[in-house]
């Protein structure tokens, strides 16, 4: 079993940089992919990106590519979700998530989901 809590959002301006943070639980941690999704008021949850538990493998949506950057620590037991070059249209609800899988982009694919936290974009 494993629980994801996330921090790290907030209001920003458009260009501002935002980290989150993903601190989870369980001994087994090092073994899951994890990753992030985020849903915007009245649109469907989407794909950002996520890490495959080895971290060879770092696949991304194509609207943050290049902008943001997930990384691990394993002896923390944490996933970080680097964010530059923040634009409205980033404005969502993040949710952290981790399968005991490989780094998918399919939403069904995960079943550990934490609570979200709010990223807010002012232009």
């Known amino acids: 079993q494993v629980q994801l809590v996330e921090s790290g959002g907030g209001l920003v301006q458009a260009g501002d940089s935002l980290r989150l943070s993903c601190a989870a639980s369980?001994?087994?941690?090092?073994?899951?992919?994890t990753g992030w999704f985020r849903q915007a008021p009245g649109k469907e949850r989407e794909f950002v990106c996520a890490?495959?538990?080895?971290?060879?493998?770092?696949p991304y949506a194509d609207s943050v590519k290049d902008r943001f950057t997930i990384s691990r620590d394993i002896a923390k037991n944490t996933v970080y979700l680097q964010m530059n070059d923040l634009k409205p249209e980033d404005t969502a609800v993040y949710y952290c998530?981790?399968?005991?899988?490989?780094?998918?982009?399919?939403?069904?694919?995960?079943?550990?989901w934490g609570q979200g936290t709010q990223v807010t974009v002012s232009s």
């Open positions: 998530v981790a399968t005991t899988g490989y780094a998918s982009m399919r939403i069904e694919h995960y079943n550990y």
């Open positions: 369980g001994r087994t941690f090092r073994r899951y992919a």
């Open positions: 890490i495959s538990w080895s971290g060879d493998s770092t």
